[in-house]
């Protein structure tokens, strides 16, 4: 997920779980049936509360799932880093299914950087204990299911601690959520944001983990980092070869990386690519979430060759920018102008005077991409994070919500 970029289902008493389960016993495969789906695409919004926090003002009629972010891994046990002021904020949130009863309110754990995971993972009774705290957590709050966002299982990520007994410990972890989640009186969500790279999947065994959730929502964002000094799309939907793109300074660093073996993928990174790596490892495709960026990512000091698209910038990555402020700053701005790249599906502006290259999401781009989730089938499509959208007319929300509802 893009940090502060990047969405379910044995009747079996808690106790008897935890007393009499072993390590391996917890993974043992039994698959569990998933909640109902919507009749449509789902639109999950992940969502911080603004400083200007107006939850009557959420357009909560467009979606079907608002996952509040963030709790956090804390002395092993679930919760809000300050839950007198946050608290309040999600419990508000919860009251607006009034304006829409089918709404699935969920509450995110974890994010970028956020540590504690691996720890909390590490034994039957350090799990037992996390769940035990969800479980009051989603009972207090009276909330419709919880999303994993371990960042990453096996994969150090900001400094997080990560082991090798990570990814069967994921695997238990969600099943004892999963059991858990079942065992309340409502139906409940299970869903965890998953990366959208390659060498993710090999520290997270989805044959056995997609058997626990209902949705693996992957973060097709930031697939060019704010650690990156060459520019490229961040949140392409569109499969670029390497070859399309051979010549350029972007094309030299993807084949470095990969003949180093730091990459497993010569070629760009996109949606429909990891989507289809995650259908030929078997996953189903009503269990795919995909991901669009409510900000974009701007280099600076970009020489002017292909309209700034992969090269090399003056200087690295200068920073991320919320859409709304895209639209009021650079949308608006004569010096800006925009291009569409049909291979990778994607919008760019480049502003030749300042040498400024902008990697975004805009409301073709998101209609595009909700578009393909229902061609191909998948779950539906996510975003991070609803309080960067524009409150003008012709929103990200409001593109997203008319492509799903076109048919």
């Known amino acids: 997920m893009f940090k502060t970029s990047f969405p379910i289902l044995l009747l079996l008493s808690l106790c008897l779980i935890w007393s009499c389960s072993s390590p391996e016993e917890s993974q043992q495969s039994t698959e569990i049936e998933p909640s109902p789906e919507p009749s449509g695409p789902v639109i999950m919004a992940y969502y911080v509360p603004e400083r200007d926090y107006q939850p009557e003002k959420i357009p909560v009629e467009k979606l079907t799932h608002i996952i509040f972010s963030f709790t956090k891994v804390i002395d092993g046990e679930m919760k809000f880093q300050d839950e007198e002021s946050t608290g309040p904020k999600l419990a508000a949130l919860v009251q607006q299914k009034e304006r829409h009863p089918d709404l ?14 691996s720890d909390m993972a590490l034994t039957v009774e350090s799990r037992a204990r996390f769940i035990a705290s969800a479980k009051d957590f989603i009972q207090k709050y009276q909330l419709d299911g919880m999303d994993m966002d371990w960042e990453y299982p096996g994969i150090s990520g900001a400094g997080t601690m990560a082991r090798p007994e990570d990814k069967d410990n994921f695997t238990a972890l ?28 090999d520290f997270v065994d989805m044959d056995e983990v997609m058997k626990y959730a209902d949705y693996t929502n992957v973060m097709t964002y930031d697939q060019v980092s704010g650690n990156s000094i060459y520019t490229g799309h961040h949140t392409p939907l569109g499969g670029v070869k390497s070859e399309e793109i051979q010549g350029t300074p972007f094309h030299a660093h993807l084949d470095s990386i990969y003949q180093s ?7 760009p990174r996109s949606a429909e690519k990891i989507v289809d790596f995650l259908l030929a490892r078997g996953v189903k495709p009503n269990q795919i979430v995909i991901g669009s960026a409510f900000y974009g990512r701007v280099w600076g000091g970009v020489p002017a060759d292909n309209n700034g698209l992969y090269q090399l910038s003056g200087r690295m990555h200068i ?19 925009r291009f569409w790249d049909e291979k990778a599906k994607a919008p760019f502006m480049y502003n030749a005077q300042e040498g400024l290259f902008v990697s975004y999401d805009d409301t073709v781009s998101v209609a595009l991409k909700t578009k393909y989730t229902m ?15 524009t409150k003008e007319e012709g929103s990200l929300l409001d593109a997203i919500y008319k492509a799903a509802n076109s048919n």
């Open 375 to 389: 061609d191909k089938g998948l779950g539906g499509i996510m975003f991070w994070e609803l309080g960067n959208d």
């Open 319 to 337: 920073g991320w920018m919320a859409y709304h402020q895209i639209r009021e700053k650079y949308e608006q701005d004569s010096n800006f102008e």
């Open 104 to 117: 699935k309110v969920m509450i995110a754990c974890g994010g970028w950087g956020a540590d504690g995971f």
């Open 174 to 201: 969600m099943k004892g959520l999963r059991e858990m989640l079942d065992s309340l009186d409502t139906p409940q969500t299970l869903t965890f944001a998953s990366a959208g790279w390659k060498r993710y999947f």
């Open 261 to 267: 073996g730091r990459s497993q993928d010569p070629h």
